[in-house]
C-alpha cells in the first residue's frame, strides 16, 4: 500500500483555461463580467438595456450560455453587437472551455467590454472561473429577499449585485432593503445597483459603472 | 449538478499516478471540500460511484474531508470558525475579515494497493 500525497486543485485544468482568457482579454484591454442569476430574473433584459445605452460609446461583445435553444443570441444580435452562443445541452454551469471556444466565434480583438451571461443558476455557476474580470449577480424582486441567505456562495464570490425588476415590488412580498442586508451580511463589499429593465430605472447609473471599469 | 463535472475532474486527476502496473489499484482517494463550495457528498458520491464503474478505479472509495469556514479578522486578529454564512468577526463585530478556509476543492491524497511507479506526474 502507497500513499501519494497529491494536493491538486479539482477544478485546475478549468483554472488554467479561465487563466489563459483573462491573459488574452487583458492584452486587448477588454473589461469582461460573469452575469449570473436564477433563471428568469432579468439578464438577458439586463444585457439589452445595457447594450441599447453603451452601443454608440463603447464596443460591446456578448457570450450567451443556455441549455438549450439560442434564443438569447438571437435578441442579442438583433442590437448589432457580436454575440456567440453556449449550448450546454444539460449542462448546470459555463467552464472556461466553453467561454474559450464561444470567443474563438467572435471578432473579440477591438471590444471594450464582454459581457458573459451564465446559465440561470444560483448554485453551480459560483464555484467556475470563466477568466472574467469581475462577477455580477443579478436578483429580481419576485425571487424574495431571503436568497442571498440561501446561496451565499453565489453571493460571495460577486463584487456587484444587480437588485431588478424594482418596477414590480408594489405587487411582490419583497423588500429592497432586506435583500441588501442580507447581501452585505454575506459580502460586505458588494456594490448594488437597483434597475428595472421595462422602466429603465437605474440603467444609466449601471453604465456608469461599466463606462468606469472599461477605461481603467 | 456540478457535481458530476467535479467526479469526472477528480477520477481525471487520479489517473494521471498511475502506472502502467495492470495490477495497480487506487484504494482510496481523499478530497477536501470547503464549505464554501456548494457542493453535495450525496451527489459527489453518487457520481463518482458511476463513473468508476467497470473501470481500471472500479473499488476505490471517495473519502471526504469537511472543511468548516474560517475567518481572520482585520481588525482584532481573532480567528473564528463560521457555521453560517454570516461574514463577520464574531468577537469585534468587524466585516473586514479574510476568509482563511472553506474555499478548498482539492484532491489531497491517493493511497495505491501496489506501489506506483509513476510518481508525481504533473498535467
Same mark, same amino acid.
Given at each position: 500500500?502507497?500513499? #501519494? ?19 488574452? %482579454? ?14 428568469? $430574473?432579468?439578464?438577458?433584459? %439586463?444585457?439589452?438595456?445595457? &447594450? ?5 460609446? #463603447?464596443? &460591446?461583445?456578448? &457570450? ?6 439560442? %434564443? ?6 438583433? /442590437? ?5 452562443? #453556449? ?6 454551469? /459555463? ?10 466565434? &467572435?471578432? *473579440? ?41 440561501? *446561496? ?8 456587484? /449585485? ?5 418596477? %414590480?415590488?408594489? *405587487?411582490?412580498?419583497? $423588500? ?19 434597475? $428595472? ?5 437605474? #440603467? ?13 | ?17 498511475? !502506472?502502467?502496473?495492470? @495490477?495497480?489499484?487506487? =484504494? +482510496?482517494?481523499?478530497? =477536501? ?20 464503474? @467497470? +473501470? ?17 479578522? @482585520?481588525?482584532?486578529?481573532?480567528? +473564528? ?14 466585516? +473586514? ?17 501496489? !506501489? ?8
Amino acid at each position: 500500500m502507497t500513499l #501519494i500525497t497529491v494536493e491538486r486543485k479539482v477544478l485546475e485544468k478549468n483554472d488554467v483555461v479561465a487563466n489563459d482568457i483573462r491573459a488574452k %482579454l487583458k492584452e486587448h484591454k477588454i473589461f469582461s463580467f460573469n452575469l449570473l442569476s436564477s433563471p428568469g $430574473s432579468g439578464k438577458t433584459s %439586463l444585457v439589452e438595456r445595457t &447594450i441599447a445605452q453603451l452601443k454608440d460609446k #463603447i464596443a &460591446i461583445g456578448v &457570450i450567451e450560455g443556455d441549455v438549450q435553444t439560442d %434564443l438569447d443570441a438571437q435578441r442579442i444580435d438583433v /442590437l448589432g453587437v457580436p454575440v456567440a452562443q #453556449i449550448v450546454t445541452n444539460g449542462g448546470c454551469h /459555463l467552464d472556461a472551455g466553453l467561454v474559450r471556444d464561444a470567443l474563438a466565434k &467572435i471578432d *473579440y480583438a477591438n471590444l471594450n467590454v464582454l459581457i458573459i451571461e451564465n446559465v440561470g443558476n444560483l448554485v453551480c455557476p459560483a464555484g467556475y472561473d470563466l477568466g472574467e474580470d469581475t462577477k455580477v449577480v443579478l436578483l429580481s424582486t419576485t425571487e424574495g429577499d431571503d436568497k442571498p441567505l440561501k *446561496y451565499p456562495a453565489m453571493f460571495r464570490n460577486a463584487s456587484v /449585485l444587480i437588485i431588478n425588476k424594482i418596477d %414590480l415590488l408594489p *405587487y411582490v412580498n419583497c $423588500s429592497v432593503q432586506k435583500i441588501k442586508e442580507n447581501a452585505l451580511a454575506i459580502n460586505p463589499d458588494l456594490k448594488i445597483f437597483e434597475t $428595472s429593465c421595462t422602466t429603465d430605472a437605474g #440603467i444609466s447609473d449601471w453604465c456608469n459603472w461599466i463606462l468606469t471599469q472599461a477605461n481603467q | 449538478m456540478h457535481e458530476l463535472s467535479i467526479a469526472q475532474e477528480i477520477i481525471s486527476i487520479a489517473e494521471h499516478y498511475y !502506472s502502467s502496473d495492470e @495490477n495497480e489499484h487506487v =484504494k +482510496s482517494i481523499k478530497v =477536501k471540500i470547503g464549505k464554501l463550495q456548494n457542493v453535495l457528498p450525496d451527489s459527489l458520491e453518487f457520481c463518482f460511484n458511476a463513473l468508476i464503474q @467497470n +473501470s481500471k478505479m472500479e473499488n476505490a472509495k471517495m473519502v471526504i474531508e469537511h472543511i468548516p469556514i474560517k475567518l481572520e479578522c @482585520n481588525s482584532c486578529a481573532d480567528i +473564528s470558525e463560521q457555521e453560517g454564512f454570516l461574514f463577520a468577526c464574531p468577537k469585534c463585530g468587524s466585516s +473586514s475579515i479574510t476568509v482563511i478556509s472553506g474555499n478548498e476543492l482539492t484532491v489531497s491524497e491517493l493511497e495505491f494497493e501496489d !506501489s506506483p511507479t509513476k510518481q508525481e506526474v504533473l498535467p
